[in-house]
């Protein structure tokens, strides 16, 4: 097993690995927030729409995370606005911005001259191709997210387990929802190079269930979570490299079978 | 004296639809309210009011100095059906979000004291580490019920607390709240009127017009057509054959 080690000295390599431990840390915690709160689909349709941005950018010609940031964040506006303000139901609003995104996207990369060669790995991801930028911005959004949870973390707690009694507490519920909404979009368009736009709700689930089946502290579940989310990426990595098959396929093939193997112990061991 | 939360011509209400009109109560320092009314008669509406959750359409509620600013001194115990039971929490957690913007405590190992003897006190200290999915109906509303008071406060407003628990336990919860009632005031919206008439001091009767907020397309001359008047009555030590009557009316 000589070739192991020899990956380690490809800078490609290493780059991907440290994508894999950012992405994890970043989907370990805000999925297990995302999870607890019951907000998978609003994450997902925050997701899809930010396709609409990176079609954007292939047809202006800029870069296309900026425009699927753009386009996550206006979208999880668009959502609260449609629930809220214009009484849409939400998981109608949701699936209207998730779909909308998604036509939007379709419709600039095809107005877009010439071949798009990177879409697909915006699509499915390939953390092989993150590039030295990216990962800064990756590392920030890491340092953010890991200084809000730790300052706030009792307060994030007490809103997203019973939001009204936090609201008659007097805490400003509205602007950390609002907070953790941006770190949500931001979360879910900086992993999009590590397993893609259709794959990412994978990052911030399953290792949240498979974290779930050994505890339930808000706490725990978010450390387990970031814990199974870097064995998954880590080892989908290896995976992916030796058996010459796309990351993002790879990474959370492993997820699943991880969670489904731990739960069929639990299981026969009850 | 002085009440403690003077409520004054207050209307209010859902996406502009008023649910409880002209409403006026005071609460003073010893009361123990209980609030009773049809379904959708305004009294959970009532209490979102008071915790400041619902901006009032018209009038004021007013909080003496003892319980205003924004660390407001309520006690608050809502609907447990309205509570995730899958939520990743643990007893000890859930009591503990109680303190939340309290300045009285010093420090955390002056709360978990605190959370402690509450726990041991409401004999649901062996379970404070487990998840909250895992309790039954009493045991969770013993919880939500130290959640409520662990700061100590001047008014403790319960949304009925009564529901998912057995007989025996409502018996004790009612002592226990007989027992809290001397230290602060009490406003308790019960399902069950027969168990409530015994422990509360007064009634306060809650009755909206239910046509107010079903439809969402009721025009002016429909809500005056109804001629509903939204009637807060309080009245001292009602016997129960008032209320079984009371009841029967709806």
New interface residues.
Partial sequence: MNSIFELFQYNFFLKALIAAIFASISCGIIGGYIVSRRIVFISGGITHASFGGIGLAFFLGFNPLLGAALFAIFSALGIQFFTKVAEIREDSSIAIWWSMGMALGIIFVFLTPGYTPNLMSYLFGNILTVTSTELWWMAILNIVIIAFFALFFNKILYIAFDEEFARASGLPVALFNYLIMILIALTVVLNIRVVGIILILSLLTIPQATANLYTNDFKKLLIFSTLFALFGTISGLFISYFLDIPSGAAIIFTLVITFGLLRLVKYLTK | MEPLIKIENLTVGYNKIPVLKNVNLDICENDFIGVIGPNGGGKTTLLKAI???LKPFSGIIEFSKDIDG???Q?G?L?QVK???RK????VF??V??GS??QNQFKGKAQIKLKIDNLLEEMGIYNIRN??I??LSGGQMQRVFLC?AILSNPKVLILDEPDTFVDNRFEGELYEKLRLLNEEMAIVLVSHDMGTISSYVKTIACVNGNLHYHRSSNISQEQLDGYNCPIQVITHGEIPHTVLKHHHKEQ
Wanted: charge should be positive; avoid cysteine; proline fraction near 7%.
């Fill in positions: 915790l400041g959750l924004s660390k407001r309520i608050y809502p309205h509570i995730d939520f990743p929490i643990t957690d859930v503990r979000s939340i913007m487990r998840a999915g895992e959640r």
